[in-house]
């Protein structure tokens, strides 16, 4: 029984050839032929199915696979058996969605399991990354603060702007998750949120396996209010600047989303979603 549901399908046959024969050989995944620029696409012949991302690593990281599977455990068995190695965690604790190995080819495997949308939120208790890398992003809102500071914490603007799902609004206290594009993200830890001044949470770095800090601050001014957004705890290796890079891009998309749909009362993630 074929375990993957969908996968990203574009390794470069002369450095990643092992692993393409170590992917297809455990996980039964067939290989396309190649489009006459030396790639090859790792797919499958059927329309229908996500596609999860491979990149190639830098500062010395090897490239990811990500695959989501119908059964976790299963696959990381199988995955186990075909040698190869756990890297971090081989679980996540809670929900046990995801595991992280290192395959033939240098090649790191993250597998995840279909989230159920209408399951309870559970915590996150992945360390908290410690690293020195970090950065901050903003934006001028022409926007009164309470307005902006609505549509960044309440799950009905924000899945008006940009997000498929909120479970809920951010409340100190409270476990929120956040789905972009139909995948969900760690849940957030929301330390706590201050009306109209800012909002601090903790939630699981993109290809880390721990969590980082973000600060939502918001700044009234005579035409409007700044928003800035700010993140840190990433170790400085290849892994976690180029996971610091991923989550500022996220964090700039937002903002210009965000702002767009309060300049002209739009609902892009409507748009987005049809």
């Known amino acids: ?6 996968y990203q399908a574009i390794l470069r046959t002369a450095a990643l050839g092992p692993a393409v024969d170590w992917l297809r050989r455990h996980f039964d995944l067939p290989l396309a032929e190649g489009d006459g620029t030396n790639w090859s ?10 596609v999860l991302a491979a990149e190639h690593g830098g500062g010395g990281e090897g490239p990811v696979v990500e695959l989501e599977v119908t059964h976790l455990k299963r696959a990381l068995a199988r995955a186990l058996e075909g040698g ?18 290192r395959i033939p080819g240098d090649v790191v495997l993250w597998l995840f399991e279909p989230v159920d949308e209408g399951a309870a939120v559970e ?3 992945r360390p908290l990354g410690e690293g020195p890398v970090g950065f ?40 929120v998750e956040w789905w972009w594009n139909e995948k969900a993200c760690s849940p957030q830890h ?33 035409d409007g209010c700044r928003v800035g957004i700010t993140e840190s705890g990433w170790v400085d290796d290849g892994r976690g600047r180029n996971s610091a890079f991923a989550h500022a891009e996220a964090w700039t998309e937002l903002l210009v989303h965000v702002d767009v749909c309060l300049r002209h009362d739009l609902r892009l993630a409507e748009l987005a979603h049809r």
């Not at 696409?41 to 996500?50: E, F, H, N, T």
């Not at 190695?85 to 190995?101: F, T």
């Not at 201050?194 to 721990?210: G, K, N, P, S």
């Open 136 to 175: 901050t992003v903003g934006r001028r809102f022409g926007h009164d603060v309470a307005t902006v500071f609505s549509a960044l914490t309440e799950a009905s603007a924000l899945e008006q702007s940009y997000l498929h799902r909120a479970s809920g609004d951010l409340r100190t206290g409270e476990v």
């Open 41 to 50: 696409r790792l797919g499958v012949p059927a329309s229908g199915l996500g």
């Open 123 to 125: 915590v996150d208790e």
């Open 190 to 222: 929301v330390d706590e949120l201050r009306r109209d001044e800012r909002v601090d949470f903790t939630w699981t770095a993109h290809h880390c396996a721990y969590r980082t800090r973000v600060t939502f601050s918001f700044t009234p001014g005579d």
């Open 1 to 6: 029984m074929n375990l993957v549901l969908s």
């Open 84 to 101: 190869a190695e756990e890297l971090d965690s081989p679980l996540a604790p809670h929900g046990k969605r995801h595991a992280v190995l």
